[in-house]
């Protein structure tokens, strides 16, 4: 007996009596940790973007202590962080959707909200 893509999971719910986790929750639940932990990742690139790229436009107002050595360290310390961060997390998401199944544009919404949802309570507490 061979069992195909989340086949499995599903021969053994219903072996069990248990019932599939619909998408929208299942979607949430993996990405609100990912979220989490997104936080300093995202803060990081959001510190670079503004300090050397939103700061030339005059979008934003750089931070002297923070241009003193360069954009190039500035972009090893945001990319170092963000670049594993991003694919662990496309990975997980892939396998989630191929999981779950993917529903749509309101799905990948609700995915990129959930993910991001930390980064943006975390940036409006610390003021």
């Known amino acids: 007996m061979s069992f195909a893509d989340g086949e499995f999971a599903d021969h053994l719910a219903a072996h069990e009596g248990g019932r599939r986790m619909p998408a929208p929750l299942a979607a949430v639940l993996v990405n609100l940790p990912l979220g989490v932990v997104g936080v300093l990742p995202y803060w ?44 662990a997390a496309a990975v997980v998401n892939r396998l989630a959707a191929r999981r779950w199944g993917s529903g749509g544009a309101r799905f990948w919404l609700l995915l990129l909200a959930a993910q991001l949802g930390p980064a943006v309570v975390w940036t409006n507490l610390a003021g």
């Open 44 to 87: 990081f690139t959001w510190r670079f973007l503004s300090d050397f790229v939103f700061a030339r436009f005059g979008w934003t107002t750089a931070d002297p202590y923070n241009t003193n050595d360069g954009a190039g360290l500035a972009l090893v310390v945001a990319l170092v962080p963000l670049l594993p961060y991003l694919l």
